[in-house]
């Protein structure tokens, strides 16, 4: 089965950021990769599906990269609303699995 | 638009058996370009995937899991459902149910149910 490990688990940081949080897949999953976005007490919400297409809605400020084995979601901006916990999903192949998950908090 | 509510005891005494249903309403269950997935999240922790099952019937089970899972669907109802037998208290979790994109090689959640927190008592 195919394990996600995301880096880092937590990430401070301020408004006008720029963020980058790392997801790895233990063995390649081509482009198979989407990216949720998790507020307290709430669904995740789908930002980012194949690795870097940005779902319908999603502010144009997150972006996705990577193929094979290493992914990165990056909030170009951070604004107020992004602060949540960042999930990375693979679906190369069942059984699916999600990352660990990345909190970005205030600094 | 699409809506997906999922419904649940709340409570489940350990060994017994939870089962959590998810009503969708807004679309039809019967579509070849999705699947219907249920994903668990224990308190403060991550998402776990627990299954997904086309409106065919066809089952895709977590390994972790396979062997206390029955993941079913309710057409005339537009309804799916999960059933999780002989629960103990790491079952505690809120169970979320979700669409899943499978068209074009996809197996992704769009659509997520806002979650029902079922806790396992001894």
């Known amino acids: 089965d195919i394990q996600m490990t995301q880096s880092p688990s937590t990430l401070s940081a301020s408004i006008g950021d720029r963020v980058t949080i790392t997801c790895r897949a233990s063995?390649?999953?081509?482009?198979?990769l989407a990216w949720y976005q998790q507020k307290p007490g709430r669904a995740p919400k789908l930002l980012i599906y194949?690795?870097?297409s940005l779902e319908t809605g999603v502010p144009s400020r997150f972006s996705g990269s990577g193929s094979g084995t290493e992914f990165t979601l990056t909030i170009s901006s951070l604004q107020p609303d992004d602060f949540a916990t960042y999930y990375c999903?693979?679906?190369?192949?069942?059984?699916?699995?999600f990352g660990g998950g990345t909190k970005v908090d205030v600094k | 638009q699409l809506q997906l509510q999922e419904s649940g005891p709340g409570l489940v005494k350990s060994s017994e058996t939870l089962s959590v249903t998810c009503s969708v309403s807004?679309?039809?269950?019967?579509?070849?370009?999705?699947?219907w997935g249920w994903i668990r999240q224990p308190p403060g922790k991550g998402l776990e995937w627990i299954g997904s099952?086309?409106?065919?019937?066809?089952?895709y089970y977590s390994p972790s899991l396979q062997s206390r899972v029955t993941l079913s669907v309710d057409t005339s109802k537009n309804q799916f459902s999960l059933k999780l037998n002989s629960v103990i208290a790491a079952d505690t979790a809120v169970y979320y149910c979700?669409?899943?994109?499978?068209?074009?090689?996809?197996?992704?959640?769009?659509?997520w149910g806002q979650g029902t927190l079922v806790t396992v008592s001894s």
């Open positions: 979700a669409r899943q994109r499978v068209a074009g090689r996809s197996y992704y959640f769009d659509h």
């Open positions: 807004g679309a039809s269950v019967i579509n070849n370009d999705y699947n």
């Open positions: 099952i086309s409106y065919r019937g066809a089952t």
């Open positions: 063995q390649t999953i081509s482009y198979w």
């Open positions: 194949q690795a870097s």
């Open positions: 999903q693979h679906y190369n192949i069942y059984p699916l699995a």
